[in-house]
């Protein structure tokens, strides 16, 4: 299933925009939903993607609507997206970075751990049935959730070439909701009303 750009604006028409900026936001997000700018978005529930031209969101989702995985597509480059519950006090990034480097190695893949322009990242080589692919895992840590990004193509090898991308993310917003959640448990993803409603209705492409 593919959102464009459009299906993003018509999402934020039917008020799924973002929560009213306040004076404390910060300059570039991924943003908690209690500080981000009114920007047009594409409600997911626990995300909130921004409408960035020429990038494509794709989701896979069950007969009931909730989201499995969210990939973001420009071009040859791609960008997978999780969320998930962190403690109120302390971040998980650092964490799970380590655990997905263990796992890394284990599975006989090389990994680096490099300083990128959001901390600490993971540049992975990793092979596939379709041959070696490179992987590049960022991480930030919000206000009680954990945002996860990997890059794939050149973005992988190059963050310079992830353009709109890195935009996407920079404008993120994650809705966590004030109900308790075990730490590192995804939060969750739905699709739009409108759009499950379509969904059961028949397989059809947005």
Excluded at 3 to 28: H, I, L, V, Y
Excluded at 106 to 129: F, H, K
Excluded at 157 to 178: E, F, I, M
């Amino acid at each position: 299933m593919i959102f464009s750009r459009k299906r993003a604006d018509e999402a934020r028409d039917n008020g799924a925009g973002a929560a009213e900026q306040t004076s404390a936001a910060p300059a570039r997000g991924p943003y908690d939903v209690s500080e981000a700018p009114d920007e047009p978005r594409l409600d997911l529930g626990s995300l909130q993607i921004p409408a960035v031209p020429d990038v494509e969101v794709r989701v896979q989702a069950d007969p009931q609507g909730v989201i499995q995985q969210v990939v973001l597509v420009h071009g040859q480059n791609a960008l997978q997206l999780g969320v998930f519950a962190a403690p109120r006090s302390d971040g998980i990034w650092d964490e799970v970075r380590a655990e997905i480097r263990t796992s890394l190695a284990n599975d006989g893949a090389t990994a680096e751990e490099v300083d990128g322009e959001r901390g600490p990242e993971l540049r992975a080589r990793v092979r596939t049935p379709d041959g070696v692919t490179d992987l590049r895992f960022v991480g930030i840590d919000g206000p009680r959730w954990m945002v996860r990004g990997v890059f794939q193509g050149l973005a992988a090898t190059d963050p310079a070439a992830a353009g709109p991308l890195s935009a996407c993310l920079d404008g993120l917003v994650v809705d966590r909701g004030q109900e308790a959640k075990p730490v590192r448990e995804p939060l969750p993803l739905r699709l739009p009303r409108e759009v499950a409603e379509q969904q059961a209705a028949g397989p059809q492409e947005i």
